[in-house]
């Protein structure tokens, strides 16, 4: 069975960074593109980033010029880079394969906050 941990989170100030980690269990990671979603209190999940297996990128608007996502396949794990927090970015983050959607880790939490 398909594990996904994501870690990384916590609290940062706005306009701060932090950078999250994604690891996948298994050899699915190698074969199906991955992608971030998160979660902010009393909202749906929503779709952060995703990247291809040739780390190729696309991003979610609202997130465009700040996050940059990423995959080492060798380690099987994924990452997001935030730059330029804000405070709306405040959410559970969860990873996932978009096309082949595997049951859902804990999530990490990002907290922009002043």
């Known amino acids: 069975q398909v594990q996904l941990v994501e870690s990384g989170g916590g609290l940062v100030q706005p306009g701060g960074s932090l950078r999250l980690s994604c690891s996948v269990s298994g050899s699915i990671f190698r074969i199906y593109r991955m992608a971030w979603y998160r979660q902010a209190p009393g909202k749906q999940r929503e779709h952060v980033a995703t990247v291809s297996v040739s780390n190729s990128p696309t991003y979610a608007d609202s997130v465009k010029g700040r996050f940059t996502i990423s995959r080492d396949n060798a380690k099987n794990t994924m990452y997001l880079q935030m730059n330029d927090l804000k405070t709306e970015d405040t959410a559970v983050y969860y990873c996932?394969?978009?096309?082949?959607?595997?049951?859902w880790g804990e999530g990490t939490l990002v907290t922009v906050s002043s």
């Open positions: 996932n394969v978009p096309n082949n959607l595997q049951p």
